[in-house]
């Protein structure tokens, strides 16, 4: 049994919430049960010196976490420098949103999506790429509106979901509970029905193929319920 | 005319939401017009070195804002480091918060406040010190519930608003496009109908002990009205 | 009884002592009783960035304190980085010395004053605002002789004095022991017999409207003496 | 065709030298091809503080690349800090060597494996992990020979490789110039025929869960090759 | 002929004011010529770890720049960190004033100096150590009246002079003129007519032994007339 | 008797490997006894700001040690930044070099020599040197094959050597247990027979011209004898 009593392939509930803040190009607050991001996409026409006149765009992502979006106050990163984790989980969020973009058809600007964590229940990484891809698509509808981009360079959905192997079975959507405990857990980021990131790691345990697979299904399931949720949210 | 179309002495409208994050001691997120501020309590029992044995509490704050909080994208303090402004705003909060504490009635352990900037439009360090009192008055309630505090070491709410004067006019409640433009502004933290901290600034100008006076004046109507807004979401 | 003895009105003796140093345009060492401060002025024809090609004239200030300046050794912030009261008094000098600069008539140049307290015994932000105003001036003239600044951007002293309630009395200039023990106190910089920055604070305590205006009146007597040495000190 | 000529299930040839500094308790220099890292091993009798008193073992990695390891010299991290991609190879190495561990056999002790790059030429992580588990596993047939260590802690070798489409191809054991141009690649951590740790990224592309499983294949056929290589060198 | 007028052997007139702050245990204001250092000595009851119970005392040393005291203005260390050249000078001054000390009978406590250039013309680190010592033999009077010393640890100065090869000629005490356009020159500590440290150095240019040995002839003269000075100041 | 049984005058053997690594211009692997440095040499076509169309050329050196490249692992200087004794290291490096480099032949252009020290056994910074301009001058080659210096920069070798008194003896080329217990030490840079830098140092100690001269007539033998590797190593 898990400890929410949710079924094995069962996702918490999720809710999106868009332009939520006034100043962002796009914005949507995502909950994924009790884990809460809120996602900004700021359009910046300039981009990084690599891809000056280059013609192609460019979006990266950076991540935080409110210090007391845990159960246990973490220190301010502002005081402290970025955690290795924190610069982990953000180059993974611009490479994930990165895969889904068509660069030439965005054009010579960049996107910064901002991930900032208000609460956290597991999951949050996984949150940020899904919420993140909703108020990017925001941003650059935005830019289509006014004729700046002509041709949509966002076709389907990135998002991304966690699975794990808990108390011996194979879970969809770990929470904190679950996520603290699970000896085999992994990240799967997936767009169209095609995967970008996988990333399955055994902390003082291994696993098998077949776990693997089993995962991948669970997996599979849940990107495309949450797919379902970003279409609805930037209809 | 104030931008806004305001009266000189009318405040934004003010709501505090308690409770919003279900980890934090205490917390609330506080909205002064479109200045949305996310003030969360943390109980430490461990006390600064400096208190060690000696029976003392101790409250201090820490301040924030998201990246996208702000008209135009501001780079990421965890990447930077704290600006200077940061943390002069930060010592600001917690040497309030203290002033209306009492210290023994708290007993020997910490309470950190911390004030994030969800979405900015002038006001912020005001907010964050309207919204952090009611994040600690509710962690305190914790305490009595519980029986670890006796006394209540909170009597008075402390808060905090800025005047200014714009367009030659003394105005209360200075949103961004009036603080951008005032030539003289300034913080005034109250509690119980005194005084705990006055800061008046002129940036390229001066201004007269009269104009000093009306600043006060105002002052003293806005805090009324907060404090009023701040018992009522802690009853 | 004041621990030094003083009148409630009286300020420490004042000196000035001009060009004290061999290399910069401007400088002066100013004693406020045993709080020495060497203060600096450095003509940069360079502007920050936001004012190139704008004609207009800058002028900043930086502040230190040598590491043995107080009766316990501090750390050296070299090794350490900027404290946030560092950061915020700095802040505060260069906003101070801004607000009596005809910018227009400074011309598209910047000048840096460096304060750096030798010796502490409390109001060194005071001393280093009223000497730094001194070695401004001196580089201004030197600007002025070489025809470089044609019209004299600076007309009336800035000065600035701290006052407090210490034993329940209300004091001019604060010394150490005072500071120490004082529950409320306030720095008040002033030009031509206006206010430019009004800074009180309470540390577990409160003030009423009348204390504060107790504390400016002195304020304006020891600002009026400040300004007479500011004067005979540059003529 | 690739361009070193291999097939494309062909590793480069894989060499490892034990011993090779005279102050480490366990070190090895692994080439991969091109890539050749120096892996030391030492042995701490302090744990991290969350470990103390608990019985239990640790295992950590540090991983560094000397300035001109690489084709175009790189900044040296010493002078700025240590990159995110630093920080996630390292945590990595880390991770995957812990999973290998019988944390109990171990006892309470810590081994600190550096991994340190000499030349790159692609597959830098993996080379670190397949030397890292050689230079660990020597430094605990020391603890095994004094008898501070009864029952050995690490029983089947932990090693790491490469695989990737390049140009349309699977294709084990990236070199630099495959690995640059790869749409598609991943890294795949094992022991004893399980898996440990897979990291699958696509950069601007996606894949099936066809290609995945075309690459695990080929990274279960190269994994067992290098736990050969490693079993002789620690024999 | 030097840009001074004096004779090669000749030094620049010095002086040694003693006692001039009224915080630090020991202090002085050394001025070389224009070059002027303020050395202060703080007693600290507290050892560094590696002392800890061992009966040894030590003693250290930091070092800084006004940033107006050379000609052009240096950024401030505060701000950027120590350079290498600061770290170099102050191990230097460490190094060459424990040379001169008798560590048992100091007893096990420390004493760091602090030398703060005020104003620099060539010669900073040569006048901190020489200065520095008078510092720290002051500070040491004070614990022989106290009886925490019973035995004197200092028994002959430590001083420092620069020499160097200018315009050909082997020139005592070079001035900023002398030094930013000599070829060679070094810095000479001694005490007791011993060496302490030699340090010579060649930019772009080399020496002979002769001039070595030419360098060192006129270091000793003018590290006698120090030693005089020193003596002086402190009797 | 010198603890590895060695004559007072007899130095470590030295072998000098060239162009171990694949990426480098210029690159050698000295080992003087049991300290080895990895020394590589990067040509780039780009000067410091200072140096920009000034028609000379630059020589600058980083150095570094690996964690375990000593007896006790010390922290990774990428974690903590570089300590000062690294500082003082490499400015020393760069600095002797460039005195062997005629700056006009060699055009504008910067040379970087990193030298990285895989295993110390004391002389590490002297190994560097000698190391280090084996290094520079292979790059040099290389520069002159491809016609983009035509007048070698390099004429004589530049190498260096550390001495010391030992047990009261004067000894050539301190290894680690004699430099831990060595009152007096000194490092020596020469080229064609005559000194660049000399650095001497007495811990605790003093020392005479006499035996500063014993020390130089030991160090002429040891340079002499480096010069001939050097010459073997590139030719």
């Known amino acids: ?7 094995n ?7 999106i919430e868009t332009q939520v ?7 949507c607050l995502i909950k994924c049960g009790n884990t809460h991001v809120l996602c900004t996409a700021t359009i910046d026409e300039r981009v990084p010196p690599f891809l000056k006149n280059s013609g192609l765009g460019w979006v990266t992502a950076e991540y935080g976490m409110l210090p007391r979006a845990t159960n246990t106050r973490m220190r301010r990163e502002a005081k402290n420098g970025q955690s290795g984790r924190t610069q982990e989980i953000q180059r993974l969020i611009g490479r994930s949103l990165r895969a889904g973009v068509d660069r030439v058809a965005l054009g010579e600007r960049q996107i910064i999506v901002d991930c900032d964590v208000i609460q956290a229940d597991g999951g949050t990484r996984c949150a940020s790429i899904t919420g993140g891809w909703v108020a990017l698509k925001l941003a650059v509808q935005k830019l289509m509106k006014t004729g700046d981009v002509i041709s949509d360079p966002l076709i389907d959905p ?3 979901i966690s699975c794990g192997i808990y108390a011996g079975q194979e879970v969809l959507d770990l929470d904190y509970p679950e996520d603290s405990e699970a000896g085999v857990d992994g990240n799967f980021v997936m767009t169209g029905g095609k995967l970008i990131e996988v990333q399955m790691s055994a902390e003082g345990s291994t696993f098998s193929r077949t776990q693997m697979n089993g995962l991948l299904d669970l997996a599979e399931k849940g990107v495309a319920e949450l797919a379902e949720a ?3 949210a930037v209809a």
């Open 1 to 7: 049994m898990r400890p929410s009593g949710r079924q």
């Open 9 to 15: 392939d069962e996702m918490r509930p999720v809710s």
């Open 21 to 27: 803040t006034m100043h962002a190009e796009g914005s």
């Open 158 to 160: 990135v998002a991304a």
């Open 230 to 232: 970003q279409l609805a």
